[in-house]
């Protein structure tokens, strides 16, 4: 096989990231776009040691599980992976994708529950992070790639955003603002970030600039103002000026309205600031969450929540359980996370701003005793030094972790059952319909 070779391929299983696998010659050839069940013709694009590229020239017998793509950016925007796949194929590679990580990475033959499908698989999302293109219009990068592709309307996002987006990218073009250019670090607008939050209808719109300040704020205001009306309860800016990829700056300030938006989750109403970390699937948030009170058996019990962001997963526990100590590293969401347990009436929920690790060593010295420690990290997992304070400092009855990344996840349960935990059981939750990634919460129990 080699380069532009045009060949007839089975797609026989899917990569993490979506990609449809086929055998040629007994190499395994990866081809975007396909699906298990396809039989196409593949141009062979490169050709590498054990493995090769392809692309689809075309589908000879299509899978029956695939559907009409009805996205136009589908091909080239790197969020989605599954639009041309039916939402219940989906699934069933998500759970296989979960169950296929905790087996080979994690050594542990255990099935997984059925996964909880997404209630919504369309304009679930709460919040977007557009960059801008050179033509001043938002979009999404392009897979492995920050080329933007511009995009006047996302399925996975709410109607509303695609007016503010083009309302904002027609003030850019009125008012002759540039758009910020990754590669020079010249221009000024870098990226806009919407949030809404579902069940309030609250808005918050935050410009990343690549400056101290937006030029014609008011008008900006008054733009955003005209789309969302009411709803709009804070304009912010996000200062970054450093050249990094990382979309937002540390600093953010107020234009117009409050400092954050309220929402309600699971009955507690949150406050988040645009800096802290909030599920962008509100719905499905919650049923993780109920399934983390479940795995967690969190009556009456002293919760630790490490990584809890603006306090969500704990506090919603606080009513039937006796103590919650939240920790997290981003200050504004511990500021959140105070201020959501006292605007709940939740006395028994105390926050520490720290690093999980540190503040667990901590805590162990001070012998304080969780009964229950949650885990939520972002997607490194945890580190192995707080794994090691976890079973061995604190040795809760229980370990609940929830999880946006299955292989590290497994990598922890590896390490958890090695220190004398045993892993009960394992849910995925699609958090996110249509793109590759999926939510899975665990529970472990002392041995
Ligand atoms: N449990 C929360 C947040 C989960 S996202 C929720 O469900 O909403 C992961 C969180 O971990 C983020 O808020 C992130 O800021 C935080 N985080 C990342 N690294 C951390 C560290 N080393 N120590 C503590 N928190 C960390």
Redesign the pocket.
Known sequence: MKKNDIVKIDIIDMTVDGSGVGKYEGMAVFVPLTAVGDTASVRILKVKKSYAYGKVEEILIPSNARIENDCASFKSCGGCVYRHISYEKECEIKQNKVYSAIKRIGGIDLEPKEIIPSNRISHYRNKEQLPVSVSGKFGFFAKHSHRVIECESCKLQPEIFDKISGSVSEFLTLYNIKPYNEENHTGLFRHLYIRIAEKTGEILVCAVINGNSLPFADEFIKALKAVCGENLKSVQINKNKEKTNVILGKECEVLYGEKYITDILCGVKVRISPL????VNRDM?ECL?EKAAEYAECENKNVL??????G??GLSMAKRAKSIVG????PE?VEDAKFNAKNNGIENARFIC????A?ADMLAKESYQPDVVIV???RKGC?EALLETIAKGFSPERVVY?SCDSATLARDAKILEEKGYKLIEYTPVDLFPRTAHCETIAYFISE
């Open positions: 802290s970390f909030y599920q948030a969450y929540d490490l990584y809890c962001g603006a969500t997963i920790v997290e590293i981003i969401a720290a690093d999980a690790a503040a939520d990290p972002p580190d929830v």
